[in-house]
């Protein structure tokens, strides 16, 4: 019985960090829409900061925005939590639609101690993007 509880209660933190996520992944877009890499990248969180530099990160959100326009929709198509002693994680993957073309985004966040998420992780997959 304990144990039930216990996968309950962990069931209601799963699909509450996916909704987190969820909610981080529409301000990511509304950013990248507004061209607003500078925000975005000041919002994330010290792994992502160690992951990459401030300018190949902003590059990287500007190209994508450039070359991909709006986004037009999103879905997301997987997710994947994962806590651990270095902290707890929440991966999203999205299937997006731009203006110019589509990609898989795929979001990693960080749980902090105050119970908010952090970007610490950002990879896209496009192919309109490599040749455009």
């Not at 987190?20 to 990248?41: K, N, P, T, Y």
């Not at 792994?47 to 401030?54: E, F, G, L, V």
Request: hydrophobic letters at 40%; proline letters at 2%; a positive charge.
């Amino acid at each position: 019985m304990p144990f039930l509880a216990a996968a309950m209660l962990g069931g209601c933190s799963v699909k509450e960090s996916i909704q987190q996520a969820d909610a981080e992944v529409v301000r990511f877009h509304q950013a990248l829409d507004a061209g607003r890499s500078q925000a975005i990248w000041d919002a994330t969180g010290p792994d992502m900061r160690k992951a990459t530099t401030q300018k190949q990160f902003v590059a990287l959100l500007d190209a994508v925005h450039r070359k991909l326009g709006n986004v037009k929709s999103s879905k997301q198509v997987g997710w994947n939590r994962n806590a651990s002693t270095i902290g707890s994680f929440t991966t999203t993957t999205n299937e997006t639609v731009f203006e110019r073309g589509s990609g898989t985004e795929q979001f990693v966040f960080r749980k902090s101690e105050a119970d908010k998420l952090a970007l610490v992780g950002y990879h896209i997959q496009s192919n309109e993007m490599m040749v455009n």
